[in-house]
């Protein structure tokens, strides 16, 4: 099933971000990276760039990448920062927007960032604050920055009280999303990745969930299933981001699984020998499904389904699968009451009446859900 409202060619696949003079082009397909030169000298004629990217993807990816610039005389200088989610803190903020202010560049060009979904959202916020703005490219190198964090402008970084609690929306200019670069990923990033992957199926896509129990195979064997499950999941978001861009209302969904998720995220300190994200979201989601359950909202079969699927792939489905010392509740309930959906101190979750039926509950009752989480800490 080809993405709606999507341009399809013969090696690549086009998603449109609709926001009016601020849509952009999600561009998908192996060894797009390539024309990075080509799309860039088309678009932006006559600016120069910055790479934001991190010490691993460099030594993977950056020479195709500068490669491609330089084949259009496109002048460009490059910014290395350290891998892993500490570098999205106030330190990795200040190196960041020194090094692009050291390179002279001006408000008309750009910030490219090449990397997984920490250099993403750590580009994103330089691009959106030094000089007060300058325009941006995401080149995502993970699964989950292709089918998540790289497209809808969501960017920040994380602080002592919580994830993504320091940041703008951004819209990117363009992003071009290369499949071919996901072989270079550990099997682990890579099922971390597939976690928001499913997550479009469970929020209001039960046939696209049912699509995956079919073929996950051959998305991390690297066949064409898994252009299109990148493709599904960026038409999924796009059509949420352009519908409900500043997160006013429906584009809370898109958090199945992550107001749980961020707050083990943040027991572990994001350490990510313990925990990376997608398996934060992957146990968040099961926690989700679980506390509907628990109030009667969703069947248990539907837990055990999303449960089976997600261990088929080998993703962790319960917080004792956390290495290290599990928390005491009061701080993951400190970590959800930081929550960025919290209104008027009232907890907002995302919860399920069934498969792909997911729903925003506001007002969730923090007596019932302390309860929750200290049966599955025990």
């Not at 002279?104 to 490219?112: F, M, T, W």
């Not at 926690?287 to 962790?316: I, K, M, N, W, Y």
């Amino acid at each position: 099933m080809a993405p709606q409202a999507s341009e399809q060619m013969a090696d690549e696949t086009k998603v449109r971000v609709a926001l009016g003079d601020r849509s952009y082009d999600i561009v998908i397909g192996r060894s797009v990276l390539g024309s990075l030169g080509a799309r860039f000298a088309a678009q932006f004629p006559g600016a120069r760039a910055v790479f934001i990217t991190d010490r691993t993807v460099a030594g993977l990816h950056l020479a195709a990448a500068e490669e491609s610039l330089s084949a259009h005389g496109i002048e460009h200088q490059v910014l290395v920062m350290e891998p892993g989610e500490k570098t999205k803190s106030y330190d990795g903020l200040i190196k960041a927007c020194d090094g692009v202010l050291d390179t002279r560049l001006e408000r008309g060009d750009l910030v490219i960032a090449l990397g997984g979904g920490v250099i993403g959202d750590l580009a994103g916020f330089v691009a959106g604050v030094v000089r007060r703005g300058m325009r941006f490219v995401q080149v995502p190198t993970t699964l989950l920055s292709q089918v998540d964090s790289s497209v809808g402008g969501k960017t920040g970084i994380n602080t002592a009280h919580g994830k993504n609690l320091l940041g703008l929306f951004n819209q990117p200019h363009l992003v071009l999303a290369d499949t071919a670069v996901l072989d270079t990923l550990s099997p682990r990033e890579f099922r971390a990745g597939y976690a928001e992957v499913a997550k479009y199926g469970l929020i209001n896509q039960p046939d696209f969930f049912e699509w995956l129990e079919r073929n996950w195979q051959g998305i991390f064997a690297g066949g064409p299933e898994r252009e299109e499950a990148v493709a599904r999941s960026c038409q999924a978001k796009a059509d949420v981001v352009a519908a409900d861009e500043k997160e006013a209302d429906q584009r809370a969904l898109l958090n199945l699984g992550h107001t749980f998720g961020h707050a083990l995220e943040g027991m572990a300190e994001y350490d990510a020998e313990r925990l990376v994200h997608g398996e934060g979201v992957a146990i968040g989601m099961v926690l989700a499904h679980e506390f509907s359950a628990r109030l009667g909202l969703c069947d248990p079969a539907v837990t055990d389904r999303v449960v089976a699927h997600l261990q088929a792939v080998g993703l962790p489905t319960h917080i004792g699968a956390i290495p290290g010392q599990l928390p005491k509740v009061d701080l993951l309930m400190d970590f959800i009451a930081q929550d960025k959906k919290v209104s008027r101190g009232n907890l907002t979750f995302i919860l399920t009446r069934g498969l792909g039926q997911s729903f925003v509950e506001k007002g969730v009752d923090p007596v019932q859900l302390r309860a929750f989480l200290e049966e599955k800490l025990a």
